[in-house]
C-alpha cells in the first residue's frame, strides 16, 4: 500500500495562495493516479481534482477550476496542488489519495490509500 504525507497547509488571508504537496511511498509512483480532496466542517469529503499516472492528463473541479492545479514530479514522487486566489469557502482539510490505476477518478471508492490530509484554513 502507498504511503502519503501531506504538507503545505496552514492559515492564508483571502486572496493569497497555497501550495500543497503529497508525498509518496514506494518505487511505482508513476504507475498511481492521484488525487485530492477535501472536507470542509460540517460537510461530507468531496472531489477536489485528479492526474494521471504520466501526468498527461488531469481534471480539476469545476469550483476551484480557474483558481487550482494540479501537477505532479514522478521522479520525486510527489504531487501537488497549487491553489490561488483563495476564498474562505476553501478552508478544509484536504487529502491526498493514490489509486492502483494510471487514469484519473473522482469517486472516493476508486482510490486505495488516503493521506491523513493538511488544514487549510482561509481568512476573510
Known amino acids: 500500500q502507498v504511503q502519503l504525507v501531506e504538507s503545505g497547509g496552514g492559515l492564508v488571508q483571502a486572496g493569497g495562495s497555497l501550495r500543497l504537496s503529497c508525498a509518496a511511498s514506494g518505487r511505482t509512483f508513476s504507475s498511481n493516479a492521484m488525487g485530492w480532496f477535501r472536507r470542509a466542517p460540517g460537510k461530507g469529503r468531496e472531489f477536489v481534482a485528479s492526474?494521471?499516472?504520466?501526468?498527461?492528463?488531469?481534471y480539476v473541479e469545476d469550483f476551484v477550476r480557474d483558481r487550482f492545479t494540479i501537477s505532479r514530479d514522478n521522479a520525486n514522487n510527489t504531487v501537488y496542488l497549487q491553489m490561488n486566489s483563495l476564498k474562505p469557502e476553501d478552508t478544509a482539510a484536504y487529502y491526498c489519495?493514490?489509486?492502483?490505476?494510471?487514469?484519473?477518478?473522482?469517486?472516493?471508492?476508486?482510490?486505495?490509500?488516503w493521506g491523513q490530509g493538511t488544514q487549510v484554513t482561509v481568512s476573510s
Open positions: 492526474i494521471s499516472g504520466a501526468g498527461t492528463v488531469s
Open positions: 489519495a493514490a489509486r492502483h490505476a494510471r487514469l484519473i477518478a473522482m469517486r472516493e471508492s476508486n482510490y486505495d490509500s
